[in-house]
């Protein structure tokens, strides 16, 4: 029996959530005496692969196959369950993003699978199988009982620390089986951002609202995630008044993140943008009202005028850099 985590790849290379997830299946094995099996979709050179043995994944199956290499909920649903039935994998592991979620309800209706979504930590039990995971946009815990035979976890990111633990990882190339079935969409036109930190990778956020007061007063926003190698965000309020760009908006109709430290500057935390960034691990507020929601969420916060506060606190760590 095993534990198969989906290790997903981008232009044939491994980002940190990659990682995140091997250290995570890594560890339910380890907890339930399996093996920890991940599996590769695409052209992923070898070295590649193996980087995924330093987290204790020590097994790699690799499919290449040019009907995989545009991502299809379908497709690669039959592919995962056809690898999962094969290693006997009781507990699937997937990404909580656009790929896990599509895929994680397919998965569970092929394997007669529970599934639990957005979890962030390993489960408090494993007979009763129970399983945490936050609701109610951050604001509570909820235990959740998977009770089928196998299961299906989506893992949200930046939410389980990597572990290093190296292990000899064996790779095998696997033919995917595709016979009756075929690719129901496809992409016409791909265009990669460049020159800019994507907020889904970001570790560092920093991010603006109507407490800027002005789109012209951006500057030391963007002044702050550069010293700090971070990206720039913002509420819905300041990209539907056209400030900044819709991309950057974070909240539960924007993009939902959980980077390990988010500034949110003149933003008083409404319940939609704080379900979208109540996951990162420190959040820093700044904002005039004592009394904003926000300061509720945050480990840090500063009362007093952002666009007074905010040139003062990038002055700061400018001196520091520099010194």
Same mark, same amino acid.
């Given at each position: 029996m095993s534990v198969l985590v989906y290790t997903e790849n981008w232009n044939g290379k491994f980002k940190k959530l990659s990682f995140e997830l091997a250290s995570y299946a890594s560890r339910l094995a380890e907890m339930l005496n399996m093996d920890p099996i991940a599996v590769s979709?695409?052209?992923?050179?070898?070295?590649e692969l193996e980087k995924l043995a330093g987290y204790g994944i020590k097994k790699m199956i690799a499919i290449e196959n040019d009907a995989l290499k545009q991502f299809d909920t379908q497709t690669y649903t039959k592919v995962i369950?056809?690898?999962?039935?094969?290693?006997?994998a009781k507990l699937l592991v997937l990404a909580n993003n656009n790929a896990g979620k599509s895929l994680a309800p397919r998965l569970s209706v092929r394997l007669k699978?529970?599934?639990?979504?957005?979890?962030g930590q390993l489960p408090e039990k494993l007979s009763p199988f129970v399983i945490k995971k936050r609701v109610f946009s951050g604001n509570a815990l909820a235990g959740l009982e998977l009770r089928t035979e196998t299961k299906i976890i989506t893992l949200a990111q930046n939410s389980f620390d990597l572990i290093e633990k190296p292990a000899d990882m064996v790779i095998e190339k696997? $033919? +995917?089986?595709l016979a009756g079935i075929a690719p129901k969409t496809s992409i016409k036109d791909v265009q990669i951002q460049t020159g800019k930190l994507l907020l889904s990778d970001a570790e560092i956020v920093v991010s603006g609202g109507r407490g800027m007061k002005s789109p012209d007063n951006w500057g030391p926003i963007e002044e702050l995630a550069g010293l700090l190698n971070g990206a720039t965000a913002c509420s819905r309020p300041v990209s539907d008044e056209g400030w900044r760009p819709h991309e950057e908006h974070t909240g539960q109709t924007g993009k939902i993140i959980a980077p390990n430290l988010y500034f949110a500057i003149g933003i008083s935390g409404a319940t939609q943008h704080l379900a979208g960034i109540s996951a990162s691990k420190y959040i820093v507020a700044i904002n005039n009202d004592k009394d904003a929601p926000i300061f509720e969420a945050a480990q840090y916060g500063i009362v007093g005028d952002a666009t007074k506060v905010?040139?003062?606190?990038? $002055? +700061?760590?400018?001196?520091?850099?520099s010194a």
């Open positions: 979709i695409g052209q992923v050179d070898r070295d369950a056809d690898i999962a039935s094969r290693e006997s699978a529970a599934v639990a979504s957005g979890v696997a $033919e +995917a089986d905010l040139p003062k606190l990038v $002055e +700061a760590l400018r001196k520091a850099k």
